[in-house]
């Protein structure tokens, strides 16, 4: 209770924070609707879908309600500054209530009217809109699989699409697709993103392009820029094929748009996001799509049904082992009797981000006690390089008291109930 209590507390002010922020620009720009104030918006009606779909009874129709408020806000400001997209809104929404048997409700009529020279401005500026491309392309990560320790299964997994994705003619031959798609599924401070990275890297070795944006990138624009990044992206990746695509967070960008009062800028987004990976599985070109995501229970089914999912666990201990070898061997020795596999043992439920804040807080302590030892800085580096001065146990297991790993029972278990209905739904199919 006290987790679920935290998290909605967390949204309510960071959703508030936003609402002030819109209100604020809504202020300073003379009172007239703007791009600014409605991003802000956006962000603030996201939080707002979040907690409804987090509560129950009263607490639920309350966040339905303020989601509906905002919703109402953002069409008319879109109304004012962007008649076009607002004209497609409408058009979306008529086909959805027609789809499912419902009337034109008055709220778009009424919110279509007045105010059009306000509009014609806007629309142009807003029409202009280039996404940034250039910044798409990522040179190689500097890591490989070499430097990934542990998930050993994966690598293999993923070293097999790499040795398929040089054999195009015989796939031509065969009548495969050579399109391959990944979601990476996992709780934060996993390794998702360093193990897709070294992917990466295996991939641009075969002369494949790296084309890396993450979903706050895209949900960061405006209404109607953000669809605009999506279309772009899957051109690009076509244009540019031999290549990988990789999106970050992305269940911000595919939202399941089965869930009720789903922000209609989401669901048009999910909309553009599904076109643009067909148009790249339609053009039959060689590209590895791959996707991450701490929560696949908010991506969007269809999208779900075209990837193979990958859940990415926490270290294990040879893992774990490779990680503290890899920040420490090289500045300090270890006491005799104590290794980095006596560090893993005791650490069985870090993530990499716990390991890189305990870490930290030794090297924090190393330096305050090689200096009180040896009162100066030369003295002191040439005690850590011979091993006079060494990190021993003890210190060790005081800097892992105060610095104590982040709860992950709860998403752990939400993962864990999710792939269990996945998997059922699919055999059921």
């Known amino acids: 209770m ?35 104030e409605c991003i802000y ?38 109304r004012v500054i962007n008649p076009e997209r607002f004209k497609e809104i409408q058009e979306n929404e008529a086909r959805a209530r027609s789809e499912k048997g419902g009337k034109d409700s008055s709220l778009g009529k009424n919110a279509a009217s007045g105010n059009k020279g306000v509009g014609n401005s806007a629309a142009k500026q807003q029409n202009s809109f280039e996404p940034p491309v250039e910044n798409w392309f990522k040179e190689a990560p500097k890591h490989s699989f070499a430097d990934v320790s542990g998930m050993n299964e994966l690598k293999e997994q993923l070293k097999e699409c790499i040795a398929d994705s040089q054999l195009n003619r015989l796939k031509d031959f065969l009548k495969m697709k050579k399109l391959h798609s990944y979601f990476f599924i ?50 690009e990746a076509e244009k540019n094929a031999p290549c990988i695509v ?79 070898e890899n920040h420490f061997s090289s ?46 800085e030369d003295l002191a580096l040439e005690a850590l390089k011979d091993g006079r001065y060494r990190l021993t146990r003890e210190m060790f297991e005081q800097a892992k008291e105060n610095c104590l790993p982040t709860p992950k029972e709860d998403i752990i278990r939400e993962l864990d109930e999710w792939e269990e209905k996945f998997k059922r739904n699919m055999d059921e199919v």
Request: hydrophobic content about 35%; some cysteine; glycine content about 4%.
């Open 41 to 78: 918006l956006q962000k603030a009606a996201s939080l707002r879908y979040e907690m409804a779909q987090m509560s129950v009874g009263e607490e639920r129709l309350y966040q339905q309600r303020k989601v509906q408020e905002l919703n109402q806000r953002i069409k008319n400001i879109v």
């Open 186 to 235: 996992g709780p934060p401070g996993c390794g998702k993103t360093y193990i897709i990275e070294a992917f990466a890297h295996e991939l641009m070795d075969q002369n494949y392009k790296y084309l890396s944006l993450t979903g706050s990138d895209i949900l960061s624009r405006f209404v109607g820029e953000a669809e605009k990044i999506i279309t772009r992206l899957f051109e």
């Open 246 to 324: 990789f999106i970050d967070e992305v269940d911000g960008v595919c939202k399941n748009r089965s869930q009720p009062l789903l922000p209609e800028y989401a669901a048009s987004l999910t909309t553009a996001f599904l076109t643009g990976y067909n148009r790249i599985n339609s053009s039959d070109q060689p590209i590895i799509f791959i996707g991450a995501t701490n929560y696949p229970n908010q991506v969007d089914n269809a999208m779900l049904d075209r990837v193979e999912l990958v859940r990415v666990p926490f270290p294990d201990a040879e893992a774990r082992t490779f990680s503290f």
């Open 2 to 36: 006290d987790s679920y209590i935290e998290k909605m507390q967390a949204r309510e002010n960071l959703c508030l924070a936003y609402m002030k922020k819109a209100d604020d620009t809504l202020a300073a720009n003379g009172n007239l609707p703007s791009k600014d």
């Open 331 to 376: 500045i300090i020795h270890l006491e005799e009797g104590y290794g980095f596999a006596d560090m893993a043992s005791c650490t069985d439920t870090y993530n990499y981000r716990d390991i890189q804040r305990l870490v930290s807080r030794i090297k924090t302590m190393v330096l305050k006690d090689v200096m009180q030892i040896y009162r100066n």
